[in-house]
């Protein structure tokens, strides 16, 4: 996708990125979920460290194939005899029913999982963060609060703002229904994507009246879906993120803050951005999953 966008939050930063002399090719955005795995991928801490069965879970769900921990459960007409915690639906072997059940869900967990990791993360490169943990926009009367604020993180000719957003994990198939053969169906089997801007459109539809008139504030939508696909203005966000990091690296009076922070960004430990210097050490470069330029 294009680095650039008009309509993107980040236009202003994501412009000066931009080869700036005459006929310079515009930046483009690649992320490639999966490609990660060729390369090398430590975890960060012994608690970050994947169980056998939740590596099982990650590549059968990523790819769409049964998720062994339900298609091992005893079976009742070929379908999982369990129930979900919502107990009004049967799981299902592809776990779309659990990936998107409003009431019960392992996806609460999961997204407040990653809020905890993305704050750490903006916290580098000398930025103040407020997150907030467990924010939910489905209870409709309470005051609605994106997940992080990353203080006077933009900057433009008024001067600099503040930017929110608010992430969401979509999901790319059918769930959540009382009709269970549509389970393990994509729900947009001709845009892929659509998921994505969906849930997109969903947020800022939610946030648009209470952050309208907030002049020192910008929000934008961080989504992606169980599929480890990312919506443009996350993977955005990330680039950028991932640029200031590397230039406070090989600043001297920053270089002592940052260097460990980057080696791994870990979303729901699926997107890994690498330093520049592992990426050439673990032979993975262009190819290797990162946020890149082409
Ligand atoms: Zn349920």
């Not at 910008?218 to 993120?241: C, K, N, W």
């Amino acid at each position: 996708m294009k680095a650039t966008d008009r309509d993107s939050a980040l236009r202003v930063e994501m412009s000066a990125l931009e080869e700036q002399a005459d006929g310079g090719k515009a930046r483009e955005l690649h992320w490639k979920p999966m490609s990660w795995w060729l390369g090398t991928l430590r975890p960060t801490t012994v608690d970050d460290a994947w169980a056998p069965a939740i590596w099982q879970t990650f590549f059968t769900s990523t790819l769409g194939l049964e998720v062994p921990v339900l298609s091992s459960l005893p079976r009742h007409h070929n379908l999982p005899a369990a129930k979900c915690g919502c107990k009004k639906f049967l799981l299902d072997v592809h776990g779309d029913h659990i990936s998107t059940c409003t009431a019960y869900s392992g996806a609460t967990k999961a997204h407040d999982w990653m809020v905890g990791r993305l704050g750490p993360l903006f916290r580098t490169a000398g930025h103040r963060v407020r997150t907030q943990h467990g924010v939910s926009t489905s209870a409709e009367n309470r005051q609605k609060r994106g997940d992080v604020e990353i203080l006077n993180y933009l900057q433009d000719a008024a001067g600099s703002r503040n930017l929110v957003f608010d992430l969401a994990v979509t999901h790319d198939r059918i769930g959540s229904s009382a009709q269970p053969h549509h389970n393990g169906l994509l729900s947009h089997p001709h845009d892929l994507d659509a998921p994505l801007h969906v849930a997109a459109r969903k947020k800022i539809n939610t946030y648009r009246d209470q952050y309208a008139n907030h002049r020192n504030i910008t929000f934008m939508p961080a989504i992606t879906s169980t599929s480890s696909r990312m919506h443009g203005e996350f993977l955005r966000l990330l680039f950028l993120q991932a640029h200031r990091e590397t230039t406070a690296h090989f600043t001297p009076r920053h270089r002592h803050a940052s260097a460990t922070t980057l080696r791994l960004i870990s979303l729901s430990p699926r997107g890994i951005l690498q330093w520049p210097e592992e990426q050439s050490r673990s032979g993975c470069g262009q190819d290797g999953g990162n946020a890149d330029q082409s």
